[in-house]
Nanobody, 125 residues
Framework: VQLVESGGGLVQAGDSLRLSCQVS????????IGWFRQAPGKAREGVSC????????RYADPVKDRFTISTDYAKNTVQLQMNNLKPEDTTVYHC???????????????????WGQGTQVTVSS
């Protein structure tokens, strides 16, 4: 199992970024993919989660209506479209898997077993 994030960068408040999580070693139909972020000194925060078996995507309240998770099966990637970025969105973003559903994500349980190295998102005011 391997996950590789990309797409981070430095943008201004109000701008957009699209993060990608390139996955290999498993089938996207069978596992959930979560996006997480963790600022220095703060707890890990779940951002969004996708699992085909769940029938719906999940979003944390701070990003609802701004972020959209989607899957490109042809490229074996899970993308996170981030619009109207805010300075408080600044941190490293990781994707993770090793669960079949997003139920744990919804309950704030983020003990996914496989993680990517992360991509830095910096939003200036």
């Amino acid at each position: 199992v391997q996950l590789v994030e990309s797409g981070g960068g430095l943008v201004q408040a109000g701008d957009s970024l699209r993060l990608s999580c390139q996955v290999s070693g498993f089938d996207l139909d069978d596992y959930a993919i979560g996006w997480f972020r963790q600022a220095p000194g703060k707890a890990r925060e779940g951002v969004s989660c996708f699992a085909k078996s769940d029938g719906r995507n999940r979003y944390a309240d701070p990003v609802k209506d701004r972020f959209t998770i989607s899957t490109d099966y042809a490229k074996n990637t899970v993308q996170l479209q981030m619009n109207n970025l805010k300075p408080e969105d600044t941190t490293v973003y990781h994707c993770a898997t090793d669960k079949q559903h997003c139920r744990d994500f919804a309950w704030g349980i983020f003990d996914f077993g496989s993680w990517g190295q992360g991509t830095q998102v910096t939003v200036s005011s």
